[in-house]
């Protein structure tokens, strides 16, 4: 999908595996999506800034709620 935007945009990609973690290595430890450290005091305001809000969330119900946006298998 990174092609159809322009370069001038932001480019999508996926969370880094650091990022919001709850087992493992790195579990209990504040990382940026993209993998980087930050600090504690910090972290709940930055996932405000990143993840989806509960008006995100309804935009997406509105998008998703008609069956038109699918192609439908042949």
């Known amino acids: 999908m990174n092609k ?7 480019k999508l990609y ?3 595996m650091k990022f919001n973690r709850s087992i493992g290595d ?3 430890h504040c990382y940026t999506v993209t993998g980087e ?3 504690e005091d910090k972290y709940e305001d930055y996932k405000k800034e990143v993840l989806p809000t509960a008006d995100d969330k309804k935009e997406l119900e509105t998008i998703l709620a008609g ?3 699918i192609e439908p298998r042949n």
């Open 14 to 16: 996926t969370p880094h």
């Open 67 to 69: 069956s038109d946006w």
């Open 37 to 39: 450290p930050v600090a």
């Open 4 to 10: 159809h935007i322009p370069d001038s945009e932001t």
């Open 26 to 28: 790195y579990a209990d």
